[in-house]
């Protein structure tokens, strides 16, 4: 592209982002400052399932049905869109996973809706029409009309709940804003939140899910994502003063405490192409999830988790190397059994890296609460 045209579409950019500014309204991007109701999808064949004495928890992120295509962001590639059959034939796959575990509570994370970089297609609508889990309910974290960047367009992303049993109440509540960004690049930013979802089952009326997915690159020293942590704690404090039995996880883009590797993985791309870049050293922050098992049951025991990290390990940006990080998780107030990252076909008897960068994590939930104060 000439630098004349590149000028011109970079002056029209600063206008629309003022144009806004003083409109005060949601022109580009849709600002999420106080809690709201979630969206809401329910399939035309829907039909609550009968009562169970404990329930399959799953929780993804699903990288957008981006499965292991190397896009910019990451350093890899510089694919910025993908074709409507890339979409389709990404969502089957992790469609295929979804069906082998059969969960009654799915958690997901970075999924789209109508966005330009994945064909537009309705993630949202798609899994609940295809799943088995029928009733969904919708929490935008990314929610850009126009975004002329490389002309990724319009985008809609963020957190997901699909249910076997029909969702009562649900609603976005907005967590802080990263600060250390300029204020242009803040406007055009993800509004990271929490999605809570009250979902009376037929032998246990007040159940409620939390699903997030916190900041993942924090310039330091900037604590946005311990701030989000503990609003996320207090938030399970809350339900559970309130006498509710809950399951609350997602990709918490941090370590759980006691881990080893904390810095310097293989799979730093971008470190390559901006010196200066500075991601996933979590040095300072390797305790931040520390009251969170200590008061409450994470899917993976603390100390199973230690014994052996990398078999519990659920991330890695390089779709050439393997899993080598921790930073997805399933919380309760009740308890677990068979606790499971699923890295493979020895470990969930399907292969999942091909699916995303992050692999899924399920639990069976029992229902006596195990809140510890």
Same mark, same amino acid.
């Given at each position: ?48 399932? #009968? ?5 399959? =928890?799953?929780?993804? %992120?699903?990288? +957008?049905?981006?499965?292991? @295509? *190397? ?76 975004? #002329? ?5 319009? =985008?809609?992303?963020? %957190?997901?709940? +699909?249910?076997?049993?029909? @969702? *009562? ?96 993985? *293989? ?107």
């Amino acid at each position: 592209m000439r630098w004349w045209l590149r000028a011109i579409i970079g002056i029209l950019g600063a206008l629309l982002i003022l144009l806004a500014l003083l409109l005060g309204s949601d022109l580009l991007v849709v600002q999420y400052k106080k809690p709201v109701p979630a969206s809401r999808y329910t399939a035309a064949t829907a039909v609550p399932a #009968p009562p169970k004495d404990t329930l399959v =928890i799953m929780t993804w %992120n699903i990288k +957008f049905g981006g499965a292991r @295509i *190397d896009f910019f962001f990451d350093c890899y590639g510089d694919r910025v869109w993908m074709t409507k059959d890339e979409v389709l034939s990404n969502l089957s796959a992790l469609l295929r996973k979804i069906k082998q575990v059969q969960p009654d509570i799915l958690l997901i994370q970075e999924l789209d809706q109508n966005s330009k970089r994945s064909a537009f297609v309705d993630m949202l609508k798609y899994i609940a029409d295809s799943s088995g889990l029928p009733y969904a309910v919708y929490a935008s974290q990314w929610h850009v009309r126009y975004l #002329p960047s490389r002309g990724l367009g319009p =985008i809609n992303s963020g %957190n997901a709940i +699909f249910s076997r049993w029909p @969702i *009562d109440t649900a609603y976005r509540l907005p967590l802080p804003l990263v600060k250390a960004y300029p204020w242009w690049y803040r406007f055009f930013y993800l509004r990271r939140n929490l999605l809570l979802a009250h979902i009376p089952l037929p032998n246990l009326p007040n159940f409620w899910v939390v699903n997030t997915h916190l900041e993942a690159y924090v310039p330091e020293p900037d604590s946005t994502r311990y701030f989000q942590i503990r609003l996320f704690e207090q938030v399970l404090d809350s339900l559970t003063r309130a006498g509710a039995i809950w399951v609350a996880g997602g990709d918490l883009n941090t370590v759980p405490p006691g881990t080893k590797k904390l810095k310097d993985f *293989d799979d730093n791309a971008c470190k390559e192409k901006d010196p200066t870049f500075v991601a996933d050293d979590y040095t300072r922050e390797v305790e931040w999830l520390r009251p969170l098992y200590q008061r409450y049951n994470e899917v993976i025991p603390l100390e199973v988790y230690q014994a052996n990290e990398a078999d519990f390990y659920s991330h890695t940006v390089n779709g050439r190397g393997w899993w080598n990080r921790r930073l997805d998780y399933l919380f309760s107030n009740a308890e677990w059994r068979d606790g499971l990252v699923h890295q493979d076909s020895s470990k969930g008897g399907m292969e999942t890296f091909p699916l995303s960068d992050h692999a899924p994590v399920t639990g069976k939930l029992i229902w006596r609460s195990k809140s510890r104060d």
